[in-house]
């Protein structure tokens, strides 16, 4: 369903405008007002019955910095330099450096634009490890302080969150969403798009599925494919990522790669396809307070990275992987970072815990040993933990199965990793889809995971939301002045 | 350039035939071969000035087992079902199951297929570490005896060279080509192909350059991509497998991905685009007898695996990594099998070696002991190298830096790594060309690595090889009958 349709096979089309964006999550909100606000008549498809996608499902964290109000009220001065050193290193090896650099240069600007839209970000910081604040606090690290990364850039915090306790993302999609419509953009859910309309090499709409039947919509100017990455398609990741099979997924069903396909079916160039997120679920208050050992016993990272960053590198290590932790250092988790994690062994001695664990005989004792022998000392030899963190461990130890997940599983949550997709369609910094021989097709823009954006192999909490919304931006632009 | 043209836009052609094979390395010459022993018209277009391609310049080995007489004679008992359990584990995760099985089955008629074309083997076991013999030796152990392939299968030497001493490529080819020619496939050397030519949606020939002029040549039944894969092209590398950017080749300039961009300008659907080969230049012979460690002063794998396999396995460790020996060690590597690697470092103590090459201090000294009581106790509790090669290492000691390369470079070769690329266009086990939708394009053939083969993320040598004429057979079988 996916092959592109001549324009001379559709006889009827339900409606006409100037910009038609295909998917509702933030790189499509912030593709249609953009178009809209510039005086294009837009109209967006939105496949679900209402508007939010994968976007209103995430943690809502905007990844942001240079120098906005949040950071400066805050106490941290920061500029899009030092940004970028940050983001090359932790989007890397192969971030994308041209697209790095105007999301740098432009982050204080998107940061206006997202209050300009009706976000409100608390001026404070949430000072802790997190996956996410249980507060409405409005900035929070994202490992910049974390080796590595605080030798190559001045450590300043970035993950900028919508004054929402928790999951924020229904907050940040109401604004978006609400700022599009009120610019002027329509909506029609429960509409999927299956396939690109082309005329004379061009790209002039889509076809779509609507309550059953199939529909067609024109687009004077060009289309916006803003419909996710491939998570929720089995196929695309044995293809693709086949890393993601049988691990959890962040989104709920809808990330099926439709819009890559269908560009790719009419000769669009994709890129960095089998490039993941793969998250463990793993406490940071934890973890950082302990280690974190494969299935050889010994720790392989500073357990106070970004939780994303030691969650990939157990991708490459010898599994299964284990936190380990004493005694004290479960204790001085704060209540409202366990998110209902337990231990799920507990031993008295490490021979003990090496046992259960199915680790070689003195593995344990041997990292623990030297881990002991560097806190004492002040300083994390081997991985350059932050002292803050560091402290002998003493029995009675206790493990946590990070396949166990959050919210106090009684089963194994498959692989313990949930992540999605970070490669898509090859686009330009303006989102134009660059067809295979390098070229732009002409009416047919994409970006937000279904397209490949400023990610290298690495992530970072809230490049997603904020390439997506970035580079949606400049795409309704580029189409309402096109 | 790689732009589909219609073949209404085509004035002329050179030549028209029934099946046009664009390449002429293994692939191409296999699908040749079968094509004209089928009775069909068969024309080779290759862009060098003569046949053999990437193939010609490889070490010629083959991955045979399943039984085969070579097998049979050196006094091993294969099947199809072992040769399948030690595939999927040495070229996984993620291997092909379809693909593979078709492989494992069919290899020892493929064995005969060799032989039938002139190719000869030797009936002999080159029973030492090597990337490749020294000698005409026809079979040798490529990690089948290594742990834990060894658990997962019977320990079976399966890599099957021609009877030459070292590099086998041109050997293989000579007789590959010459068979194809003999069956009657003609060849048009010097020529280019640019893009496929399309009728009704069916794949009917390609467009080329030829001594500076455009010319097309006409397929009645179809075209076959053998054009290799995509190493030589730093932008695709940069797009779908950054792993390889800034590394050494194993090609000359001719995997440029030509074939991979035609037909995705037409939408074909390609598989694994990320997947590769990556291999140190570090000596398995002189590995096995000593460690492999990373820049932590590890070890991260048993050292007797496929050097293949640990030269992956370096990809995701900590840099850079040394290869350690002691004397007796060095001293004890045969002299046919040095090529020319010699020793960067050497020290009196570990401490030394320690500073020398910027490890944490106590690092070696704890891996060294480590490895030395396992060593005592006759068995390496962490990584299970074969107790053949394990012994206690004594001083004084040797480090050798695998970037040096093979023949006794003076400066660093790069990173020390060369590979080649393992994804391509999504073929059906036929060889067709699957669409984007997943349905055959009509006309459209491909094998070697243009195509995804048996390949997961793992590789070992001659399954390159030996996948490419296996599959360009089955797409010249398919092709004659169409």
Known sequence: MVTPVPAAQVTRYEAEVDVLVVGYGCAGAAAAYEAAIAGSEVLVLERASGPGGSSAQSGGELYLGGGTPVQTACGFTDDADNMFAFLQAALGPHADEAKLRLYCDGSVEHFEWFVGCGVRFTESLYDAPSWMPPTTDGLMWLGENAWPYDTLARPVPRGHRPATEGWAGHTLMDALTTAADTAGARTVTDTRATALIVEDGRVVGVTARRYGADVAYRARRGVVLTTGGFVDNEEMLADHAPDLLGHGKVSDGLDDGSGIRMAAALGA?????????????????????????????????????????????????????????????????????????????????LAELEGDLGLPAGSLAETVATYNRHAEGGQDLLFHKNPRWLRPLEAPFAAVDPRYGFGGSAQPVGTGFSGFTLGGLHTSVDGEVLSVAGEPIPGLYAAGRAASGIHGAGYISGTSLGDGTFFGRRAGRALAGS
């Open 269 to 349: 160039a994709t890129r960095r396809m089998g490039f993941v997120e793969a998250a463990y679920t793993a406490l940071p208050a934890m973890v950082c307070r302990g280690m974190l050992v494969n299935g050889l016993g010994r720790r392989f990272i500073n357990e106070d990275v970004y939780p994303g960053l030691f969650s990939h590198a157990a991708l490459h290590q010898p599994g299964p992987c284990w936190v380990i932790v004493d005694e004290q250092g479960l204790d001085e988790v704060p209540a409202r970072d366990r998110w209902g994690v337990r231990p799920t062994h507990g031993a008295e001695t």
